[in-house]
């Protein structure tokens, strides 16, 4: 998507639903969103069909508002919950098979390069534990390794959630789950471990506690992957259908994961820390500021 | 359904997933041909059909598809316009977009637009029996094709930027402002030789209700 997609031909504006008279007048494209600005701006999800206070849908929403470039990204999924919201976004939606996001998002990566190559075009996986570090696993690592330039993140819920309550390889050990009645005999994989040791230029793991840190944390992770290397980011999403948890306590159980054992973590190659840097400075100059 | 040898894709419903046109031997049209029902025909066939039948059913609706509503590239203006043009001929036309293919839940507003992961409830709710997709991409058009078949007695109409659509009731390929044009002109034709459209009462295109009210500044909530 560029921004004259979002020009409605002459004439045809009455027609168009409220929704996309909005997107088109007010809707984040073209400048950079801040957080503080919610409620004044269309986003670019709205409506979504996942369960009453499911933390997932929080996250996304949160991850969509910090895009740097709604309109230049590309988001890639799968099979699991996250994608019932992601897919009705107004940004490009791949659904993956349910193993290969990875693989695809390397693709689309690459093609777009060589389609645009005037035009960063950003490139963002988002998909649950299972998808990404499951069955997609062996992709996730080769696209590491080969150190894509795209983002991956993982709606870690630590659950299959959309199947009904199984345990997933992010699932603390001892948990019990529907599916899995007699409790997990292993570790929760550590997929930060594994980012670093495959030299992931920017890793993060959060909670949906912060909305301003899950807003910078995206912008950062998607920044480094269009120039630096590949970006990480973990992200706690509780299912409240499978963990039991009221939909008004979600919060109260993030701040609590985040407390005990998630907490925040952010590590950065250098090469990712200057450019960060240089992008930060670029956007305080007097120009950037009078056009924000 | 009307039977006929061989297949015909007549209006339905057809009950749950016919099957596609092209499985059951339908194949596209060429430059300069149109298919009717099924069945191969001149452009001016094809476009004297479509005319006929735009003017004769209940609830006459154009569904303008992506191609046609983001004036993304040069020429899709010009196309945008033939459409408006078109669509002023028509007494009681609607029109209702299909902005993109995004998937709509929980609930659409069937007044306001037409998805292609659902598209007899636009349908069904505006009672319509005739419709023209244009500006719609193949791959999306074909399942809605088959999807309205299935479950509607809407008479589905294509104007294709590309191969055509053998799964509509009447399609013409490589459509661009010319075609277009030669519909609303074939139209034209028709009332003025006496066909009296079926909604001769209702001048120039009508505004659903979810249009009227987002034209009005007031908040609509769908029923
Ligand atoms: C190849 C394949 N295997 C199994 C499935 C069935 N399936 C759909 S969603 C899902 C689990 C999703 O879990 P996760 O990725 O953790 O996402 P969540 O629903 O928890 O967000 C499974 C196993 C599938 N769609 N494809
Ligand atoms: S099942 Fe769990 S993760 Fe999925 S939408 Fe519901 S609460 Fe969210």
């Not at chain 1, 699932?171 to 594994?194: H, N, S, Y």
């Not at chain 2, 519909?183 to 459209?197: D, F, I, Y």
Request: with cysteine.
């Amino acid at each position: 998507m560029a921004l004259k997609t979002l020009k409605v031909a002459p004439g045809f504006m009455r027609f168009m639903p409220k929704e996309y008279q909005d997107l088109v007048e007010k809707g984040p494209f073209g400048r950079q969103i801040k957080l503080s600005e919610l409620g004044t701006f269309k986003e670019v999800l709205e409506e979504h069909p996942m369960c009453e206070g499911c933390a997932m849908a929080l996250f996304i929403r949160l991850s969509l508002i910090g895009l740097p470039n709604p309109e230049h990204t590309i988001i890639v999924g799968t099979a699991g919950c996250g994608r019932l919201a992601l897919a009705q976004a107004a940004i490009p939606f791949v659904y993956g098979n349910y193993c290969d996001t990875n693989g695809v998002a390397s693709g689309i990566k690459r093609g777009l390069a060589i389609r645009f190559p005037e035009q960063d075009k950003d490139v963002v996986v988002m998909a649950g534990d299972g998808g990404i570090a499951d069955i997609g696993f062996s992709q996730v690592m080769h696209a590491w390794f080969r150190k894509e330039k795209f983002t991956t993140v993982m709606l870690d819920n630590e659950v299959y959630g959309n199947t009904g309550g199984q345990e997933s390889g992010m699932t603390c050990r001892g948990t019990v789950v529907k599916m899995a009645p007699t409790g997990k005999q292993f570790e929760k994989i550590d997929m930060i471990g594994l980012a670093q040791n495959a030299g992931v230029s920017y890793i993060a793991r959060l909670t949906p506690t912060n909305p301003g840190r899950v807003v910078s944390t995206i912008r950062k992770a998607v920044l480094v992957a269009r120039k630096i290397g590949p970006a990480y980011v973990q992200a706690y999403t509780s299912c409240n259908i499978e963990y039991s948890i009221p939909p008004d306590r979600v919060l109260d159980d993030a701040r609590q994961v985040e407390k005990e054992r998630y907490g925040y973590l952010e590590i950065m190659t250098d090469e990712a820390k200057s450019y960060l840097a240089q992008v930060e400075a670029e956007t305080r100059t007097p120009e950037a500021v009078a056009t924000v | 359904m009307k039977s006929c040898t061989p297949y015909c894709i007549t209006t339905g419903p057809a009950g749950l997933l016919p099957p596609a046109a092209a499985c059951c031997g339908i194949v596209l049209p060429e430059k300069g041909q149109g298919l009717v029902e099924g069945r191969l025909v001149s452009e001016e066939a094809a476009l004297e059909v479509m005319a006929q039948e735009l003017l004769s059913r209940k609830n006459p609706t154009i569904f303008p598809g992506p191609l046609v509503l983001w004036a993304w590239k040069e020429g899709v203006s010009e196309k945008a316009a033939s459409v408006l043009e078109l669509a002023e001929e028509i007494p009681g036309v609607r029109i209702i977009p299909m902005p993109d293919y995004r998937p709509i839940y929980p609930k659409i507003d069937p007044e306001a637009v037409i998805n292609p992961c659902h598209p007899n409830l636009t349908i069904w709710y505006n009672k319509i029996e005739v419709c023209v997709f244009v500006g719609v991409h193949c791959h999306f058009a074909n399942i809605t094709l088959r999807m309205i078949r299935a479950g509607t007695n809407c008479y589905t109409i294509t104007l294709c930027h590309s191969a055509g659509h053998e799964d509509s009731m009447a399609s013409l390929p490589f459509c661009d402002v010319e075609q277009v044009r030669a519909l609303t002109e074939a139209v034209r034709r028709l009332k003025r030789q006496g066909l009296r459209p079926r909604h001769g009462d209702a001048c120039g295109i009508q505004l659903t209700h979810a249009q009227q009210a987002v034209e009005a500044g007031l908040v609509w909530r769908p029923a």
